[in-house]
């Protein structure tokens, strides 16, 4: 993580310190979040919409920061003794400092963004490239205006490459992080329906996703997936000068894999005969898995190597795993949903054997704009009666969904839900024993506690 003096991080940052006798001392590692800091780090308190973390700058020196920055024009209470910073935005000196910070640092960057698959791709080549170098990766879901200055600060000096996710709600949030992340590969996995709302087209979200490369180094790579229609069509009229990949199953991808089988626990797919298995469900997954294949044969490991990083990769919480319960088992996806990650949902849930029933739990998916509705009913138009026993449907988007299966379903077998509470009631009176339940939903709508509720369940 970054360890510089005062004065250092006041160039830094183009900021003015409170007293220059304190130019000499060290910070290690930022911190945003009065909650979480350790002793040693700069406090940099941000100003949102529902908080302002300048008023725990006291809290910040009870736990033994280093010091803090703050705005030019805030009063500073005169209980506080810790040294700062003033700079004219606390934010914009958050970025400038990742952005100085980068620019110190050897390693390279592999940013990659896209509508789905980011995190588990970051994952897979984490572990990859990992059995060869030190790498480092973004943390949870730190892809935003804050969450990508705070993962590129946590890098270690002597690490030799990160993997950084780089998310959009709007035009303009990659564009601002691919200039601080700088990367020398950049990725697009796939381009779907989510952020519609504000993106309003699927080319819209290739215009957003496409402000990777404006950090691009000019001698990096850029790949992408080949599969992706939007992709394949659309960007031609991009004029890149940087080296192009694509990859995927087609014979028209540079880096084409083979797909060999999709079994309840794993993906197998071949590349040149050779072999690879990843310990994750769903048939998306051999994307992924492609994806850190190449980076791996790009930065000159071998097949042997590969393999080892795959074998340690395990499921994501919320993310498409299998959860075993008393008689029962949840296939837990409910960190997302966009149409694309929902569909793939539904095929793992019918590749999935050895259930004598299988009960759909599903929410709205959210941020998909004016073609919301009828997306939500397409969805609907796609679950098939042979393979789900009963489906349970929660939230307004959703009654499209129920209405498009009620042209094929028994009215009997589903359900729609404006409480939550409610179709969690439905839900325990229809598992019974040898159940796959499978449970998905945009992140706002929490279908985690569905999970939660059912886990004490005994059948």
């Excluded at 074998?311 to 409910?334: C, H, M, W, Y």
């Amino acid at each position: 993580m970054i360890e510089r003096s005062l004065s250092q991080v006041c160039r830094m940052v183009g900021g003015e310190i409170s007293d220059p006798k304190f130019n000499e001392l060290m910070i290690r590692g930022v911190s945003t979040d009065s909650r979480t800091i350790e002793e040693g780090n700069l406090y940099i308190p941000l100003v949102g919409q529902v908080f302002d973390g300048r008023l725990f700058i006291k809290e910040s020196e009870d736990k033994k920061a280093a010091a803090f920055l703050i705005d030019k024009d805030y009063k500073i209470k005169s209980n506080i003794s810790l040294p700062y910073i003033r700079v004219d935005d606390t934010l914009k000196a958050l970025q400038d400092l990742a952005r100085a910070y980068r620019s110190e640092l050897s390693l390279k960057v592999i940013g990659i963004t896209g509508s789905n698959g980011k995190t588990t791709s970051k994952d897979l080549i984490y572990e990859v490239l990992s059995e060869k170098y030190k790498v480092e990766k973004t943390m949870g879901n730190l892809n935003n205006e804050i969450g990508v200055p705070k993962t590129i600060l946590s890098f270690d000096e002597d690490s030799q490459y990160a993997i950084v996710e780089l998310g959009t709600d709007s035009f303009g949030d990659i564009s601002l992080t691919t200039s601080i992340a700088r990367p020398h590969i950049a990725i697009i996995t796939n381009i779907g329906d989510s952020h519609l709302e504000r993106l309003k087209s699927k080319e819209g979200i290739l215009k957003a996703k496409m402000e990777i490369v404006e950090g691009l180094d000019p001698d990096g790579i850029f790949i992408y997936n080949k599969d992706d229609e939007t992709l394949k069509t659309k960007l031609p009229s991009y004029d890149l000068t940087q080296k192009i990949i694509s990859f995927g199953l087609g014979d028209d991808a540079d880096f084409r894999v083979e797909p060999i089988d999709t079994l309840a626990n794993m993906v197998k797919f071949a590349k040149d005969k050779e072999v690879f298995k990843i310990n994750l469900l769903g048939r998306h997954n051999i994307y992924n898995g492609a994806l850190a294949l190449l980076i791996g044969n790009l930065l000159g490991l071998d097949n042997k190597q590969i393999k080892r990083g795959f074998d340690r990769v395990k499921p994501a919480n919320n993310r498409s795993r299998i959860i075993q319960f008393e008689g029962f088992d949840v296939l837990d996806d409910t960190y997302k949903s966009n149409p694309q990650s929902l569909r793939s949902g539904l095929l793992t849930s019918q590749m999935l054997d050895g259930y004598d029933h299988k009960i759909a739990v599903l929410a709205d998916m959210l941020e998909l704009g004016e073609n919301e509705k009828a997306l939500h009913y397409q969805i609907g138009e796609d679950i098939d009666p042979k393979v789900f026993e009963y489906c349970l449907f929660f939230g307004d988007l959703t009654y499209e969904t129920y209405k498009a299966c009620l042209e094929k379903f028994p009215k009997n077998r589903l359900f729609h839900f404006d409480r939550k509470d409610d179709l969690i009631d439905k839900l325990k009176s229809l598992i019974s024993k040898s159940s796959l339940v499978f449970v998905k939903g945009s992140h706002g709508m929490h279908m985690e506690e569905v999970v939660d509720a059912i886990s004490k369940l005994k059948v």
